[in-house]
């Protein structure tokens, strides 16, 4: 079975300054790891995702993330956010195999300031 | 590109009725996975289907049912409604070819 720790409920943040939301999970087996946005009354967007092979990838809107085996952790960074940002995050992993379902975090809301 | 389709988007039902929630995946997509988001919640897993048939199962209450069509569209029946049913229902499809899934944007159920 897997679980996701996301560590932080809300963070908030002043407009352009960097920003990270922490994500600690666990599993018994290899897994993927996910990190979705959502805004107000949206759907899940995926922002990235790690599958395998370098451990910082970059995803959409400027945000990456770092796969830590050693820690079980896969935090969200972004260098420098906008007033846009402000939404919800998850992470999320499936075992290492298609077609598996997602086990999501408990979300990070990002609320970013002027 | 073509996306997930869910329909309706909002429903608003009273206690005891029914609700059935509809999902037309991506062409070729040939799993499909059905997700609760409660209020200030995460999602939670309820039922996927793979070709068709039921691949895994979540956390999903007895009065809830669903099925894979021959279209590869997919239906989720949730019986003798209750007010903590009140969530936004998520379809996303992927499968066998693909290491992620794509999400539809939802269908908000309100129970009165």
């Known amino acids: 079975a897997q679980s996701v720790t996301q560590l932080d409920s809300q963070v908030p943040v002043f407009e352009e300054a960097p920003v990270e939301l922490r994500c600690n999970y666990s599993?018994?087996?290899?897994?993927?790891l996910f990190w979705y946005v959502q805004y107000p009354n949206q759907g899940l967007q995926l922002l990235l995702k790690?599958?395998?092979?370098?451990?910082l990838v970059k995803g959409i809107n400027g945000f990456e993330a770092e796969f830590n085996k050693s820690q079980t952790s896969f935090h969200l960074r972004k260098p420098s956010v906008h007033i846009s940002d402000t939404a919800e995050y998850f992470c999320?992993?499936?075992?290492?195999?298609?077609?598996?379902?997602?086990?999501f975090g408990a979300g990070t809301i990002l609320r970013v300031k002027s | 590109a073509a996306g997930v389709i869910q329909s309706p988007r909002h429903l608003i039902k009273e206690k005891r009725e029914t609700a059935t929630l509809k999902c037309y995946p991506i062409?070729?997509?040939?799993?499909v996975y059905w997700y609760q988001q409660g209020p200030g919640q995460d999602p939670q897993f309820l039922i996927s289907?793979?070709?068709?048939?039921?691949?895994d199962k979540g956390s999903i209450p007895d009065r809830f049912s669903a099925q894979q069509f021959s279209d590869y569209h997919s239906e989720l029946n949730m019986s003798s409604l209750e007010l903590g049913d009140s969530a936004l229902y998520f379809c996303a499809s992927g499968g066998s070819s693909y290491n992620e899934q794509f999400f539809g944007p939802g269908t908000r159920l309100t129970v009165l």
């Open positions: 999320a992993v499936s075992p290492r195999r298609n077609g598996n379902k997602l086990v």
């Open positions: 599993s018994s087996v290899s897994v993927y």
């Open positions: 790690y599958l395998s092979g370098s451990t």
């Open positions: 062409p070729r997509h040939d799993t």
């Open positions: 289907f793979y070709e068709k048939m039921q691949s």
